[in-house]
């Protein structure tokens, strides 16, 4: 079972955060939620940190403005991520050079897109 850890996961459910956890839990994907303010999205239990998530995931889905994700960047090297996507909103150029700087590849997709889905229907 392919697993994805989703930071700013969101109960709001007009959030496109929210939709990417509805989006790969329809895919029958084991969907991780990250956000310190939330302990249950979607039914689904809520980590408060990357490092906190029990398994290394084939995915990190980022939904957090690009200055708070500069300072998630050693947690993200901790957790030996090869590569995040910035969904749209969610990148910067400084971002993406010190992401690379760190030996992460950076993805500027919609998370939900990138799997043949539109986030319209959800």
């Known amino acids: 079972m392919k697993s994805i850890a989703i930071i700013g996961a969101s109960n709001h459910r007009e959030k496109f955060s929210n939709k990417c956890v509805r989006a790969y839990t329809k895919l029958g994907w084991k969907v991780f939620p990250v956000n310190p303010n939330e302990e249950e999205i979607e039914g689904i ?62 993805l500027m997709v919609c998370s939900i897109r990138m799997q043949g889905l539109s986030p319209d229907d959800f």
């Open 45 to 106: 239990k809520c980590y408060t940190s990357i490092k906190n998530v029990p398994q290394k995931t084939d995915l990190v889905s980022i939904y957090i403005p690009s200055q708070v994700t500069m300072g998630l960047i050693p947690e993200l090297k901790g957790t030996r991520v090869s590569e995040v996507i910035l969904n749209p909103g969610a990148e910067s150029d400084e971002l993406i050079a010190e992401l690379k700087k760190n030996g992460i590849k950076p």
